[in-house]
């Protein structure tokens, strides 16, 4: 029987510089779990964690390969209990993170752009329990 708390959903995005993504996103609060590069240096796949659950995966762009995607394009939201944190570290990034919102589902919600143009959103929205 499979771990049910196991992440099997993984978001993937591809970056003209991955470096410069990951350095980002760490400063946001991911850890960087993993990052493979080729002899010239250039990520060609990285793991980051989110702490209290989850993760993305990125590398470099590839518009000849088989699983392409074109880099600003990728929009995600990430639950995080503390988003006052996560704004206090966007804007120490250098970031413009939009104000945090009070939503009228209880939600407390940022919007943040990173280098490239994928859009996240921080919140403490976890979601509906699962059915059954």
């Not at 991955?18 to 993993?34: C, N, Q, S």
């Amino acid at each position: 029987m499979s771990d049910p708390h196991r992440t099997t959903v993984w978001p993937a995005l591809q970056a003209h510089d991955p470096d410069l993504v990951i350095r980002t996103l760490v400063a946001l609060g991911f850890e960087e779990t993993a990052a493979y590069r080729d002899e010239a240096g250039v990520v060609q796949h990285a793991q980051l964690d989110w702490p209290e659950g989850g993760g993305v995966m990125l590398g470099c762009h590839k518009p000849d390969g088989p699983f392409t995607q074109q880099p600003g394009t990728t929009a995600a939201y990430v639950v995080a209990s503390d988003v006052d944190a996560v704004h206090r570290r966007a804007v120490d990034a250098g970031l413009d993170p939009s104000p945090v919102v009070e939503q009228d589902y209880g939600s407390r919600e940022l919007r943040v752009t990173d280098p490239e143009g994928n859009q996240w959103s921080f919140g403490t929205y976890a979601g509906e329990p699962r059915r059954g």
